[in-house]
């Protein structure tokens, strides 16, 4: 049975969402021959190094160049001239659709795998052929929070434009496809209330075990708080400027000598410019945020925007780091505050928690124990691979019987 997987960039499990599509694909590379078109995004294709293995066993692997980041504003103004959604728009450039449609028209597939609902979307899919979708979150829960909690005028418009468009795309394609894989059980709910005839499964995310692993030594260094993911992803960059401008100054004010360290790659200038603040280092990209983590008395996930769950918990409880989150931030995952992390939703209550475990060593090594054996247990790529294969098997994916049932609709 031949897959075709297409990936709107190189996968790898180094970084965030790219972690839940490379062991996704591995797990499919095991069971079943797989040929792979992925778009290639500058610094992003670095990950193709941390994942060769994966991709020397694959059957073929066709990195598409996308388009040039700076022109990206142009693009999003051309879009809405269209009336067309930048969303999906970015995720398909003209040269994924043309990798596409040359594999199909070379080789013999009996499914595709879409990685995201929204690259499935934008693209011209043979309704011949079932569709596998990955999803990390649902875009347009995301777009309509972020429309929910803006106070630009622009971006509020823009973002309710965008959340207008996708949701009817999301849905329909997820409507389509054989089968549809989400990341917690939270969004399965929500996705089979708005689609009851479609077949969701739950993949949750997880953590590399080995590779997060918490430090031989005690590696704190004084009183450090440390923050990591994706700065040049939206609601990772205005979490950073809410924490920066409503609990900072309260932290610093009480603890003189604690540090902030920022660790994520792609910083706007907004995030920047945090750097001037007494206390405060940003890293900008980094080759490995372990020893970030290693080093951190506290985490901060300080979310206000999302949807899906966060790879950012899973690996500081890997590390047995303590971790403060909002409510929002640990959504979808299986964790209870006071028992593996701390749950904060104003900026007094964020704060208070984050003091609190800055001034009490031990309960910081109780949240720590906790959460390692959280994701020992719930949350290893081992353990979310077997799902995967659980789901595939539940639902006649095997050798000997047709990969998937025809399209739904």
Known sequence: MKLLAVIPYIPAPTWGGGARSFYVLEALASKYPVSLIALSRGEKSQGAVSCGPLLERLQSVNLVASPASHWRRWRQALHVVRGESSAIADRCPPGLQDALDRALATDAYQAVYVDGALTAAGLRLPASLPLLILQHNLEHELLYRTYLTERSWLRRWYNGREYRLVKPRELACCQRAAAVLVASERERQLLQELLPQARVGVVPNG????????????????????????????????????????????????????????????????????????????????????????????????????????????????????????????EGLAVASGRHLLLADTPDDFVRAVLLLLEDARRRQALAEAGRRLVEQAYSWERCQERLATLLAEEELLERRPLFRSSLL
């Open 207 to 330: 953590v590399d075990l080995s590779f997060f692993a918490p430090p031989s030594t005690d590696e704190e260094e004084g009183q450090r708080i440390v923050f990591t993911g994706s700065l040049d992803y939206y609601p990772n960059e205005q979490a950073v400027l809410g924490f920066a401008r409503q609990c900072w100054p309260l932290i610093r004010e009480r603890m003189p000598a604690v540090e902030w360290w920022i660790v994520g790659r792609n910083p706007p200038r907004s995030v920047q410019r945090l750097a001037r603040l007494p206390g405060v280092t940003v890293t900008g990209t980094v080759p490995d945020v372990r020893p970030y983590l290693a080093r951190a008395s506290v985490v901060v996930v300080p979310l206000r925007i999302g949807s899906g769950t966060r790879l950012k918990i899973l690996e500081a409880l890997a590390m047995k780091r303590a971790v403060v989150s909002t409510t929002l931030g640990a």
